[in-house]
Nanobody, 120 residues
């Protein structure tokens, strides 16, 4: 199983981006997908999560601007980021607990970071 994060880029303040976290391999379903970010010189921080039932949790720092979703058929999770601010500049990482089969315990996987730069 591999996770592939994508969608980062250079945008201006107020713009939007949608990050993707695609899983490939032998997969039954996502159990939980978490998004984290890490700015240069800072610790990694939690951004958002969503579980298989669609329940989401958004960090206060981005609440009202960011949202998460899952496309179950494509085994892909998304982080929609609106009204981006310079302080959102960071490498964004997806982390997922994935169940590879019915009755199997979820396993933890990380995608590589995708860089988001918000600058005028």
């Amino acid at each position: 199983v591999q996770l592939q994060a994508s969608g980062g880029g250079l945008v201006q303040p107020g713009d939007s981006l949608r990050l993707s976290c695609a899983a490939s391999g032998n997969i039954f379903r996502f159990e939980v997908v978490n998004w984290y970010r890490q700015a240069v010189g800072s610790q990694r921080e939690f951004v958002a999560s969503i579980n298989y039932a669609g329940r989401s949790n958004i960090a206060d720092s981005v609440k009202g601007r960011f949202s998460v979703s899952i496309n179950y058929a494509q085994v892909t999770a998304y982080l929609q980021m609106d009204n981006l601010k310079p302080e959102d500049t960071a490498a964004y990482y997806c982390n997922a607990q994935i169940r590879r089969g019915i009755g199997m315990s979820p396993e933890d996987y990380w995608g590589q970071g995708t860089l988001v730069t918000v600058s005028s």
